[in-house]
């Protein structure tokens, strides 16, 4: 099979910023010019296309990172096409200032610019910090996101990102970044819940299996997520979910059923119960790498931790030698510790 997949080169010089392997380049006082800085203010370029995964209608992503926003009106003169407001809602006034976006040159290239604070950069480090703490020493599920999309995409472009202007600043910055932490919490969120599986074993046996196989999907893709993050991803957009799983060093079996599956379409009975069971056994087999990334950092909880926060949850509750609930301890267990575990096709048959 063929790979549709896409993935360029970018430079970053003393003067500019090469693109799509060098078929646009944008000096970089273009983009010094078209923020607004003050002496304390630190310019960072960033973005899809520096990473090397974007196309020619990307963006190039700028975080100007400020004691303080501008004010809508006092930027007028650089006549940007259109600045927002947090809630991306066009703004002229004494609104402060979230975003700008401009269009370079005849190119179908946008330049997206982020204000972000110093104090809440902090402010998002503190968040990781306090999670990380948190769901260390349980196995919740993780429901709601951590980090706002915004906050996400501050931590990921700093991290892949070049310094415009107060390189220094910039740089003790980004020393700071609690990386593992934020890596960890990000596979933690992604994680596919057990009702989710519930829903594919009530399709399996209902017939009810188009429904089935979409489930299955989801979850292929959220385990699939979850993996890239502990490889050191920390693009966390779902569509790039195919570009970070190409750009994984090894796991190739991993790799090559990931996009065989990701394409695969399902009509039939047996070509639906084929798929879920052959998507069951990809995520068995992802499970079994996540254990083995998760064992690589001594940042991240030990399999004893979290087998001892798993059996705690499961020995206050009832009913815990139930089909279902056993189930769902061993559904749970492979997000930390897979070996051993009972195969999920074999947990999906349960009820037949």
Known sequence: MTVLIKTSQAK???????????????????????AFLDDTSALIVSGSLI???????????????????????????????????????????????HNTTDFYGETSIHIDAD?????????????????????????????APILTNTENNVIHRSIIGHALKNEERFND???????????????????PVFYAFQDV??????????????????????????????????????KWVYSNMYRVEGFDEIK??????????????????????????????VFLAIETLLKK??????????LIALDNEF???KQTKHKASMCEYYFRKKYFAATGTPPLVSLLKEWD
């Open 115 to 143: 204000y972000i604070t110093f104090s809440e950069i902090e402010g998002i480090f503190e968040k990781i910090e306090i999670a990380f703490e948190e769901i260390s020493s349980d196995q919740r599920f993780l429901y």
């Open 51 to 97: 990473e090397g995964i974007g196309t020619i209608h990307s963006d190039i992503d700028c975080i100007i990172l400020c004691d303080q926003r501008p004010k809508a009106h006092s930027i007028k003169g650089v006549e940007h096409a259109f600045v927002t407001d947090i809630n991306y809602r066009h703004i002229t006034q004494e609104e402060e200032v």
């Open 201 to 238: 074993q009530g399709s399996w046996q209902s017939g009810n299996l188009w429904m089935g196989c979409e489930i299955v999907r989801d979850m292929m893709l959220k385990t699939t997520m979850s993996f890239t993050y502990l490889t050191g991803t920390t693009n966390k957009h779902y």
């Open 256 to 285: 090559n059923r990931f996009f065989v599956l990701a394409r695969q379409g399902a009509t039939t009975e047996a070509e639906c119960r084929s798929y879920i069971e052959e998507t069951l056994k990809y995520i068995d087999l």
């Open 315 to 317: 020995n206050e509750r």
């Open 297 to 306: 950092s001594k940042t991240y909880p030990p399999s004893e931790k979290s």
């Open 12 to 34: 970053v010089s003393d003067t500019e910023i090469t693109i799509l392997d060098g078929e646009i380049s944008i000096p970089k006082d273009y983009l010094r010019q078209r």
């Open 173 to 191: 910055l980004k020393s700071r970044i609690p990386l593992e932490k934020h890596i960890y919490v990000a596979h933690r969120e992604k994680l």
